[in-house]
């Protein structure tokens, strides 16, 4: 599994406010401590996490999600012949349980779409949790309602 990939997985235990406010986090101090994107989840040091908390970091991972979210619905759902593949891996991950289907995102946010691994990893988990559980077989449709409701 990528480093993307492996983050993921341990993020399947966060709630989504808390993943909200991670992506922000690691977004946040990308620039000012590049090492930042290796630390595993929930590990900032105290002064890294000074840097972004709370209601701003939550509103910054929001964004960020929705931006990737329809990013990822564009390939999923789309019939582009470009994305075939990758829609191809995403489906058949879909199949095998969450951690894959985690991982799997992780893997292509940070391919790709070349987000880092770190914000990859939170980014997909909260797809999973917000777009692909609640969806089960309708996820195209369910995602798109989503989508237009911000």
Not at 67 to 93: I, N, Q
Not at 130 to 147: D, H, N, T, V, Y
Request: aromatic share 6%.
């Amino acid at each position: 599994m990528t480093n993307a990939a492996t983050m993921a997985v341990s993020y399947l235990g966060y709630d989504e406010a808390n993943l909200e406010e991670e992506i922000g986090q690691r977004l946040s101090v990308a620039a000012l401590e590049p090492e930042a994107g290796i630390v595993p989840p929930g590990r900032f040091s105290s002064n890294v996490r000074d840097l972004a908390m709370g209601a701003e970091a939550r509103a910054l991972g929001l964004r960020l999600f929705k931006r990737m979210s329809k990013e990822l619905h564009k390939v999923f759902c789309g019939d582009d012949p470009d994305d075939a593949a990758d829609r191809a891996m995403l489906r058949e991950a879909l199949k095998i349980g969450d951690k894959a289907l985690v991982a799997a995102i992780a893997a292509f946010l940070a391919g790709p779409l070349g987000i880092g691994a770190a914000v990859a990893a939170a980014v997909a988990a909260l797809v999973l949790k917000r777009i692909f559980k609640p969806a089960g077989q309708e996820i195209c449709s369910f995602w798109e309602e989503k989508l237009a409701s911000g």
